[in-house]
Each structure stands twice: as structure tokens, then as C-alpha cells.
């Protein structure tokens, strides 16, 4: 399989992905934990289908020390425990906010009143603009068809 565009030999889309390193950059040096912005973004890329984040997300993950089993079990968190009551908001924000067409009103009142329950207002900054920029992310990744699995972790940094 091969992308149907290649976003590093188009100088609009290397100018575009500057911007989503960029904002990667300001929430990566947020106070949100590491850990729970990698999950984040595991579960809005497997909601998205998006295999190419998927694969990145997860080597990571899995190089920065996290167990296996938390990695599997982050499409199953509502069932799994080991979560922390903090990542277990973060995730249903995140999924809510990325299927936000399946659900009319969007994010609940209850959703988000658990993430400010377990994350001040800079960290909710950090999640709602990490959950914003995965998406968008996901969106490119998918429509361009960009192939998984040959992902090296820290290949970007």
C-alpha cells in the first residue's frame, strides 16, 4: 500500500504539518501528563481508524516504558483497570469529543465535569487541543491512506 500523497514532498503540506508539530510541541510541554496524552491519542486514532497513528502511537507508548497491557487495553478502558480515575476521564473526553457527529449535543456536561474533576485548566486546555490536533491528524492520515506498521518510535523527534 502507498499514500495517495506524499506529505513531505509537497511544500503545502510540509508548511501544514509545521503547524501540528508545532502545537504537538506546546501540548507536549503541558502539564498533562505524558502518559495520558499518549493514550489520547491511541484512542481517537483507533476510533478514527487511522492505522498509521495507531502504530506510532503505540511504539511510543511501549518505548517510553508502558506495559503491554495497559497499551491493549486502552480500546476496552471502560472494562479494563488499569486505568487511573484521571486517564479514565481523559479517554471518555476523548471520546466524545471525536465522535462528536454520533452524539447530538456533542460533549456531555457529566464528560466534562470528570475531566475537570481530575485536570486544572491548563491541563483541560492541553486535552481538549490534543484531542482537537489527533483528529485532524487522523483525518490526513486516513484520507491520504497513509500505510501502518513500518513506524520507528521517535522518528519524528
Not at 51 to 56: A, I, S
Request: with cysteine.
Amino acid at each position: 500500500m502507498e499514500a495517495r500523497l506524499n506529505l513531505y514532498g509537497s511544500p503545502i503540506a510540509t508548511a501544514a504539518w509545521k503547524h501540528f508539530a508545532g502545537l504537538s510541541k506546546v501540548i507536549k510541554e503541558s502539564a498533562l501528563p505524558a502518559a495520558t496524552q499518549h493514550l489520547v491519542m491511541i484512542r481517537a486514532s483507533q476510533i478514527n481508524g487511522c492505522g498509521f497513528c495507531t502504530d506510532m502511537h503505540t511504539k511510543d507508548l511501549a518505548h517510553a516504558g508502558e506495559t503491554s497491557v495497559r497499551i491493549n487495553l486502552v480500546a476496552a478502558w471502560r472494562e479494563a483497570t488499569v486505568f487511573t480515575d484521571a486517564e479514565r476521564a481523559a479517554l471518555e473526553l476523548t471520546e466524545q469529543g471525536t465522535r462528536i457527529a454520533d452524539a447530538a449535543g456533542g460533549v456531555t456536561d457529566e464528560a466534562w465535569a470528570n475531566a475537570a474533576k481530575h485536570h486544572d485548566e491548563d491541563q483541560l486546555a492541553a486535552l481538549v487541543s490534543l484531542i482537537a490536533v489527533m483528529n485532524a491528524a487522523n483525518r490526513l492520515n486516513v484520507i491520504i491512506r497513509q500505510p501502518a506498521g513500518d513506524y520507528r518510535p521517535g522518528q519524528f523527534n
